[in-house]
């Protein structure tokens, strides 16, 4: 399968512990953004890289939340000390090209993160 | 604030009709829209898209219609099939504005009925 993969799909945890996913773009692309969608929504935009390079960050994004792309290749969302509004689904998409060209993003199936 | 609109939450189609999937835009620096299609415990897939130099592009079945003076676009479904039933977004970005990312609506539920 060459789509975009995220891991864990789901994942419990309790109020305040760290959590991290993980998301592996389709090959090629040099473009990454992580999306958080909660019920009745559609997804709301968090960030994004090219390459290795974080450019825009989500007001959304408070400091518990922190994203990286080492290598220009997989990313990292990690969220510290969660709170029970963290609970959502997070969405990874991937794309190429460059910010002129019309390329759509593909989304992997997302994380559902469940705060207890 | 909303800056992209789907205002009907649900629809419900007759197989084989057209279905026709409304958004309105507010902000006029999106120049580029997108549709996708998601089924539940599953991510958004891209069904089709359109940039604002154009005011229509077809892909088999699917037709994406863009009024730019109203803020306004449309997907049109036909014949509808009953594996289109899902929820569909609308999305827009402002490319040209260097701003790459996607602005989602809310989604509109569709039900295709046998």
């Known amino acids: 399968d060459t789509g975009v993969s995220q891991n864990p799909r789901h994942k419990i945890t309790k109020r305040g512990q760290n959590v991290t996913f993980r998301c592996d773009p389709i090959?090629?692309?040099?473009?990454l953004y992580w999306y958080r969608q909660t019920l009745g929504q559609g997804p709301e935009f968090l960030t994004y890289?090219?390459?290795?390079?974080?450019?825009?960050k989500s007001r959304l994004l408070s400091d518990r939340f922190s994203a990286e792309r080492p290598k220009g290749s997989f990313s990292t969302l990690e969220i510290q000390r969660t709170e029970q509004g963290d609970s959502a689904m997070y969405l990874c998409?991937?794309?190429?090209?460059?910010?002129?060209?019309?390329?759509?993003?593909?989304f992997g199936d997302g994380t559902r993160l469940s705060i207890l | 604030d909303q800056q992209v609109k789907q205002n009907s939450p649900s629809l419900s189609v007759q197989e084989g009709r057209i279905s026709i999937l409304n958004c309105d835009y507010t902000?006029?620096?999106?120049?580029?829209f997108l549709w996708y299609k998601k089924y539940p415990a599953e991510g958004p897939t891209f069904l089709i898209s359109?940039?604002?130099?154009?005011d229509k592009n077809e892909d088999g079945r699917f037709t994406v219609f863009l009024n730019k003076s109203a803020k306004h676009l449309s997907l049109h479904i036909v014949p509808s099939q009953p594996g289109d039933s899902a929820v569909y977004f609308c999305?827009?970005?402002?490319?040209?504005?260097?701003?790459?990312?996607?602005?989602f609506g809310k989604g509109t539920r569709l039900h295709i009925l046998p």
């Open positions: 998409a991937s794309s190429s090209g460059t910010a002129y060209s019309n390329q759509p993003q593909h």
């Open positions: 090959s090629e692309h040099n473009r």
């Open positions: 890289f090219q390459n290795e390079a974080q450019l825009e």
């Open positions: 902000n006029s620096m999106f120049d580029y």
């Open positions: 359109i940039s604002s130099i154009k």
């Open positions: 999305a827009a970005s402002a490319r040209m504005n260097r701003d790459d990312k996607i602005i």
